[in-house]
């Protein structure tokens, strides 16, 4: 389990996932809600990430069609699975391992809160995070133009993980990965922020809690 160092995990949440792993072998990653907090205000919980489909290539490729957060990289896996994922220095590696989970088997994502996570460190802002971690201007200002061709990489030629797929399907699943972020953001998030842009230069009321919640 991979947690932040300034994040909580509610009481019981461990036992839940173990018993839910140990008596269901064919699931990967097991996970409650992730509740995200600003100081002591709470925004919102991030849920609606089981992936149950026979198709492997669709649990990838529907996980990075609906992440806008990645808390799901905090659930509790098989350490079997997990530790054939390499971990990669790129903006959004928590995307791709989480994605290649889904891929090597489900995802279950329960209603109940299991993780606590707050906004705010590096992460805040996607250019100091990008050059906190080496990676370009470019992956900067457009984190997720660079997600998506690292989505496609990772699954073309780069995780032995999609090695068991033919030519064509792993182009396919590629291509849906890489389509599937680049849908996720540019087609239910920005015209939302584009809209809150709007109606803040108009001088319109934009609570936090009123914005894209997953």
Same mark, same amino acid.
């Given at each position: 389990?991979?947690?932040?160092?300034?994040?909580?995990?509610?009481?019981?949440?461990?036992?839940?996932? =173990?018993?839910?792993?140990?008596?269901?072998?064919?699931? =990967?990653?097991?996970?409650?809600?992730?509740?995200?907090?600003?100081?002591?205000? %709470?925004? *919102?919980?991030?849920?609606?990430?089981?992936? !149950?489909?026979?198709?492997?290539?669709?649990?990838?490729?529907? *996980?990075?069609? %609906?992440?806008?957060?990645?808390?799901?990289?905090?659930?509790?896996?098989?350490?079997?699975?997990? +530790?054939? /994922?390499?971990?990669?220095?790129? *903006?959004?590696?928590?995307?791709?391992?989480?994605?290649?989970?889904?891929?090597?088997?489900?995802?279950?994502?329960?209603?109940? /809160?299991?993780?606590?996570?707050?906004?705010?460190?590096?992460?805040?802002?996607?250019?100091?995070? +990008? !050059?906190?971690?080496? !990676?370009?201007?470019?992956?900067?200002?457009?984190?997720?133009?660079?997600?998506?061709?690292?989505?496609?990489?990772?699954?073309?030629?780069?995780?032995?993980?999609? %090695?068991?797929?033919?030519?064509?399907?792993?182009?396919?699943?590629?291509?849906?990965?890489?389509?599937?972020?680049?849908?996720?953001?540019?087609?239910?998030?920005?015209? *939302?922020?584009?809209?809150?842009?709007?109606?803040?230069?108009?001088? /319109?009321?934009?609570?936090?809690? +009123?914005?894209?919640? =997953?």
């Amino acid at each position: 389990m991979w947690l932040g160092d300034d994040d909580e995990i509610e009481p019981g949440t461990l036992i839940r996932s =173990v018993k839910f792993l140990e008596d269901n072998t064919d699931y =990967v990653l097991a996970s409650g809600a992730i509740q995200y907090w600003k100081g002591n205000n %709470r925004m *919102f919980a991030e849920n609606g990430f089981t992936f !149950e489909q026979k198709s492997r290539s669709i649990r990838s490729v529907l *996980f990075y069609s %609906r992440v806008i957060y990645g808390g799901m990289f905090h659930g509790l896996m098989r350490r079997s699975v997990a +530790a054939e /994922i390499p971990c990669r220095n790129v *903006f959004g590696n928590d995307y791709h391992f989480v994605s290649t989970l889904a891929f090597m088997g489900k995802i279950k994502n329960f209603s109940w /809160i299991g993780y606590n996570k707050w906004f705010g460190g590096t992460s805040r802002d996607s250019r100091a995070y +990008a !050059e906190a971690i080496g !990676e370009s201007n470019f992956t900067g200002n457009y984190p997720h133009l660079k997600m998506a061709y690292d989505a496609f990489m990772e699954v073309y030629s780069r995780s032995p993980s999609y %090695r068991v797929l033919k030519a064509f399907p792993k182009m396919l699943t590629a291509t849906g990965c890489s389509l599937g972020i680049l849908y996720c953001y540019y087609i239910t998030i920005f015209p *939302f922020k584009i809209g809150g842009i709007i109606k803040r230069s108009l001088g /319109i009321q934009y609570p936090f809690h +009123a914005r894209l919640r =997953v």
